[in-house]
């Protein structure tokens, strides 16, 4: 599955990572950072109104090259201005052509928290989110063993991060729940044969207890979608590729807020 394949990717680009800069090095500095122990992502989630993380992707897998064009900064500010409660943004290199630095100058522009779009497979990762600017990081449930899931939620807990935790299936959720997640995203999209449901969300929100913030992602194009959503008890929505491909993404925020498209 692609996902094991963007997994021994990302394992090679980590140990790269480390040579440049050994782990003990990394987690200093993350442990340098200002930690308010605010959680400003899970908090910008946690309101009555649904909200929007908002998306800044290049590419992906499934849709190949989203944006030959590419102003990230400019995107991330029109978020902000259209009323984005947080932004996702890719740093995955090879399938998503994300950088680093996206996430440095997106996270020191704007002042929404930012989630760091990655394929978690080493603690090293999460040090790094933390020093780039990042509010959360996201844990995929299939990468990691529940005894890693369970220490990285701990580990982006003790740095002020908060955790978007993806899981597909109610084994995943589980899984996720006895790890200690605050925020499960399930993602609607079919890693094997790349096909988006949105219903797959709403079948398993009444498997999450109320406390744990929910996010549907993937797949979400209409304001029809998000008022079916809204009615299935989801709190807030994941939207990369509908805002991404829009010409006006500010105009298609809102109006997908007030449930027009
Ligand atoms: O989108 C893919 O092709 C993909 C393939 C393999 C792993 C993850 C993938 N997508 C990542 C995402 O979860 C989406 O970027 C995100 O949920 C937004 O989805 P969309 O609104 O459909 O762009």
Sequence with gaps: ??????????????????????????????????????????????????????????????????????????????????????????????????????????????????????????????????????SAVLLICSLLEEETLRAYVELAHSLGLSALVEAHDEGEIEKALRAGTRILGVNNRNLKDFTVDVENSLRLRQQVPEDVIFVAESGIRTGEDIEKLKKGGVQAVLIGETLMRSRNKGKMLQELKEGKR
Excluded at 17 to 45: D, M, V
Excluded at 78 to 107: N, V
Aim: with cysteine.
């Design 1 to 134: 599955m692609i996902l094991d394949q963007i997994a021994k990717d990302t394992q090679i680009r980590v140990a790269k990572k480390k040579e440049a800069c050994p782990l003990e090095e990394i987690r200093e500095k993350a442990l340098a950072c200002e930690n308010t122990g605010e959680f400003p992502f899970e908090k910008a989630l946690a309101g009555k109104e649904m909200s929007f993380i908002c998306e800044v992707k290049r590419a992906s897998p499934s849709k190949g090259v989203i944006a030959p064009v590419f102003p990230y900064l400019q995107i991330a500010e029109e978020y902000e201005k259209a009323g984005a409660s947080a932004i996702s943004c890719l740093t995955e290199p090879k399938y998503f052509l994300g950088q680093d630095r996206y996430l440095r100058e997106i996270a020191s522009k704007v002042n929404i928290p930012v989630l760091r779009k990655d394929f978690t497979v080493d603690s090293y990762q999460v040090y790094e989110a933390k020093v780039l600017g990042a």
